[in-house]
């Protein structure tokens, strides 16, 4: 077990973090950005795939993607966000239902587009950022 103390001295508050092993979960997490070499999207199913790109055509790299479901009730989403590889490419396996996906980076003005996933269906969603004033 590993443990993390942080104190804060000037308020004589103490945070104690500890880190249990999870036993029995076998390799189940998998990386959900595209990655190098290979096209998005492949390996999942289900979900989105896209591009983050520059008004000038350049790849947004290290964007970050992040979904909201508009189901009620609201869909299980796994991660809380993916970012962008090298190429501003991303992939996120999502279950089917209705999202809200937000795309933001530094020095960029956020943007927000809806998708809706249908069983067995990967949708492309793209966006294309402004600078940031």
């Known amino acids: 077990m590993v443990r993390f103390v942080i104190r804060m001295l000037a308020c004589g508050v103490t945070?104690?973090?500890m880190a249990l092993p999870v036993h029995g979960c076998g390799n189940?997490?998998?990386?959900?950005?595209?990655?190098k070499g290979g096209e998005?999207?492949?390996?999942i199913m289900?979900?989105?795939?896209g591009r983050?790109?520059?008004?000038?055509?350049?790849?947004v790299v290290g964007a970050f993607i992040q979904p909201k479901s508009l189901d009620s009730p609201s869909k299980p989403i796994r991660e809380i966000?993916?970012?962008t590889d090298d190429e501003g490419?991303?992939?996120?396996?999502?279950?089917?239902?209705?999202?809200?996906?937000?795309?933001?980076a530094r020095g960029y003005q956020p943007a927000t587009q809806s998708a809706r996933v249908s069983s067995?269906?990967?949708?492309?969603v793209d966006f294309t950022l402004t600078r940031a004033p």
């Open 15 to 17: 945070f104690t973090f």
């Open 46 to 49: 289900e979900g989105v795939r």
């Open 120 to 124: 067995g269906q990967v949708v492309t």
């Open 40 to 43: 998005p999207g492949r390996g």
């Open 28 to 35: 189940q997490d998998r990386p959900v950005g595209s990655g």
């Open 81 to 83: 966000a993916v970012m």
């Open 52 to 59: 983050v790109m520059a008004p000038d055509g350049r790849p």
């Open 89 to 104: 490419r991303y992939s996120w396996p999502l279950v089917p239902g209705q999202y809200e996906l937000s795309a933001s």
